[in-house]
């Protein structure tokens, strides 16, 4: 108790005892040897005092003390302190002893104090305190006591069977101490149960811990240690606990955010990778994988803008977390890819409807600002076994199977066989292969010539890309254009075909030879920047006869940003490039818009002409479509003198096909001979 220094008395000491009437409820005490008063908790001033209390207050009288405002000065830590005593005593019949350090006169006084509870005449309790001895003990016992006293720290003895034995003030504002048994310290019993566990075992346990205290439920980090009571000598627990709750908030808080996606609020990519590594695998839980992208999430963002994109994203998170159930795991792994984990049980049916569900869930309208997209997704999906194999695998499998679903058209979802499995294995082998090959230089073009019908001479050729494959020979576009189209390696393989197209074309200008060269462009090569770099270079050389060639695109170029498109191919035009459509007729071109490309030249698709005469009215469309907008008209695939003669006869502008030659090494194909024109029947 630290109260207000007070001034030593001048006077003799003159010690005011009362009558030592029977009605004096502190008669008892007065004859003490040992200092004894009562504190009145609730005005802050002592009550009774006997002589030595006096003579150690260093009062004159028991009035002069009595008068005294003991609450000046007092710290709040001190004045809770003692409502807490007085709520114990109210509540039970205890005793304390505990080290004080009163300031009779400002100068220290520290001792050991007995208090327990006093009731005054008006029925209110105060705190009857009596010195046991006084203490000159070592300073480390004085100052380790006052540190008992003062701590934050939670310090409490237990009996075995969960009786308190002694808790510091700490403790006692803290925890409950009219019920406080060992056990209902903790708001979950299990952590009770290991902590008992820990201290049967190892003798001392430490966790973090939800306590019940008197402002609720809150965490501490709980120490135990199995030790004897320093008075019976009997075993006792004894127990630390600080109070974690805010750090425990803000760490949980740290943690949510860690394993969450920011955008979606369902879990991310360093999240599934933990949960992975925790699942035993010795446990035979086994789990539907499944994986999911937004179909042509692309054209979202750019039709309805990134913040659009956002919000099907959402959307789709959103409803995947609602239609899974707890235990399973939506992740957002990044970008518009997905992968959910669902318990997966031995009862196909069940597992089958429920994978409908999902799949039902994540596709439909999906409002954002003013405007509805209509979302599609598509999925693969696979069953993950921990015992048997590794997440990685079941990734790439479930991946496999998504790319199926894309193939098949999107907006399905499609489960993982071992079918499949072989099919990409073989591809990924075949993209090895092939990217090995663009590295040896194993890629060449042969050499298709193309008639013109009113000359009768070769005017141009098409380079057509072929594989010189060591062991397997030549090997045709159809085996490795698609796979370069998907991996990305036709970047490489366009670029080797326009290295050594441009050559040729240079070399047969230094022959003199008037032969135009056309060359076959990707779609994604059209879209990929380097191409417009490649041809500005070439067109910027001095006399390189840029009009000699011309680049064959497909109609499914000509799909998207028309605006765009039209400006990118009037640069290669105004670079003097020529720009064919290939396979014309076979595509969605926009024929509203078509008029505004820069077109040299149409070719019929070779569907058509093997069609011929059947097909006769389509051909004549096209050849007239083709004079409006001032192009040439080449026929592909012509195989047949019937097949030349109706084309002849129909004003076609050139042929390319069999009956002219099979495309070949430029050696095979281009004699210094002309192509006979053959007889038109
Ligand atoms: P394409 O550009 O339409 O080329 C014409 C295809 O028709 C060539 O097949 C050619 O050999 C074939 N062909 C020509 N005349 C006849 C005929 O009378 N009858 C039949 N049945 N077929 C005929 P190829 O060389 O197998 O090329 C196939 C496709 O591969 C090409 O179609 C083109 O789209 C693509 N391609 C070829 N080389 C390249 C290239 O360097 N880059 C790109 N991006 N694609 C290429
Ligand atoms: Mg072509
Ligand atoms: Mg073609």
Redesign the pocket.
């Given at each position: 108790m630290q109260a207000k220094p007070v001034e030593r008395p001048t006077g003799p000491l003159a010690v005011d005892v009362h009558s030592a009437s029977r009605q004096d409820p502190f008669y008892a005490a007065r004859n003490l040897s040992t200092p004894v008063w009562v504190f009145d908790i609730d005005h802050g001033r002592i009550v009774y005092a006997n002589p030595p209390a006096c003579i150690m207050w260093q009062a004159d009288t028991e009035a002069e003390l009595s008068a005294r405002d003991m609450s000046k000065g007092m710290s709040t830590t001190v004045a809770k302190r003692l409502k807490q005593y007085q709520a114990d005593f109210e509540q039970n019949d205890v005793t304390f002893h505990e080290m004080w350090t009163l300031y009779p006169n400002g100068e220290p006084l520290s001792t050991s104090v007995a208090f327990r509870g006093f009731r005054l005449p008006d029925g209110r309790m105060a705190m009857q305190c009596e010195i046991i001895e006084r203490k000159d003990d070592a300073p480390e016992n004085l100052r380790s006591a006052e540190a008992l006293l003062h701590t934050d720290v939670m310090i409490a003895l237990f009996k075995l069977e969960g009786r308190a034995l002694y808790m510091n003030p700490a403790a006692r504002n803290t925890f409950d101490m009219t019920t406080c048994a060992l056990h209902k310290l903790f708001a979950d019993q299990t952590d009770f149960h290991v902590m008992m566990f820990d201290l049967d075992g190892a003798g001392e346990h430490r966790a973090v811990s939800q306590v019940t205290t008197e402002q609720g439920k809150r965490w501490f980090d709980m120490s135990a240690k199995l030790c004897n009571d320093a008075a019976t000598g009997e075993p006792a627990v004894l127990l630390t606990a600080i109070d974690v709750s805010e750090l425990k908030t803000a760490r949980d808080k740290a943690r949510y955010l860690a394993d969450r996606d920011q955008l979606t609020g369902c879990y991310n990519r360093a999240f599934l990778q933990r949960h992975i590594d925790g699942l035993t695998q010795s446990s035979d839980m086994r789990y539907r994988l499944v994986y999911f992208d937004v179909d042509k999430f692309k054209q979202v963002n750019d039709t309805h803008g990134h913040k659009a994109g956002d919000d099907v994203l959402k959307e789709l998170s959103h409803r995947a977390q609602k239609v899974v159930d707890d235990e399973d795991i939506v992740v957002r792994l990044g970008g518009d890819e997905f992968v959910i984990l669902l318990r997966h049980s031995d009862n196909e049916q069940a597992e089958m409807e429920k994978l409908d569900r999902v799949f039902g869930q994540l596709s439909g309208s999906i409002k954002s600002g003013g405007s509805h997209i209509l979302t599609s997704v598509s999925v693969g999906a696979t069953i993950f076994n921990p015992a048997e194999s590794d997440f990685t695998t079941a990734l790439r499998e479930a991946d496999i199977a998504l790319y199926h679903s894309k193939r098949e058209g999107r907006n399905r979802y499609t489960l993982y066989s071992e079918e499949m499995g072989r099919a990409a294995r073989e591809k990924t082998e075949r993209e090895a292969e092939i990217r090995h090959g663009l590295k040896c230089n194993q890629f060449d073009?042969?050499f298709?010539p193309r008639l013109d019908l009113r000359s009768g001479k070769v005017v141009s050729m098409?380079?057509?890309?072929?594989w010189d494959h060591p062991e397997r020979g030549i090997v045709?576009?159809?085996d490795f254009?698609p796979i370069?189209?998907e991996t990305g390696l036709?970047d490489i393989?366009?670029q080797q075909?326009l290295e050594i197209?441009f050559s040729q074309v240079l070399d047969w200008q230094q022959q003199h030879k008037d032969v135009h060269l056309?060359?076959?462009?990707?779609p994604r090569?059209f879209a990929d920047d380097r191409l417009m770099e490649f041809l500005r270079k070439f067109a910027e050389v001095p006399d390189f006869p840029t009009d000699r060639i011309e680049l064959?695109i497909?109609e499914n170029v000509l799909i998207g940003e028309l605006d765009v498109i039209a400006e990118k191919l009037r640069t290669i035009s105004d670079w003097g490039y020529k720009i064919a459509i290939?396979?014309f007729g076979t595509g969605y071109s926009n024929l509203a818009y078509i008029s505004r490309f820069p077109l040299s030249c149409l070719?019929i698709?070779?569907s058509f002409?093997?069609q011929l005469p059947g097909s006769g009215p389509i051909v004549s469309l096209i050849i007239a479509l083709g004079r409006q907008l001032g192009a040439t008209i080449v026929a592909?695939?012509?195989?047949t003198a019937e097949q030349y003669d109706w084309l002849m006869q129909n004003e076609c502008d050139q042929v390319?096909?069999?009956?002219?030659s099979?495309?070949g090494p430029l050696k095979d194909v281009l004699n210094e001979e002309p192509i006979l024109l053959p007889s038109a029947g």
């Open positions: 073009l042969h298709q098409e380079g057509l890309a072929r045709e576009p159809k254009i370069c189209e036709i393989l366009g075909v197209g056309s060359l076959n462009i990707s090569q064959e497909t290939d396979d070719k698709d070779q002409i093997q592909e695939g012509v195989e390319q096909g069999y009956l002219i099979k495309p």
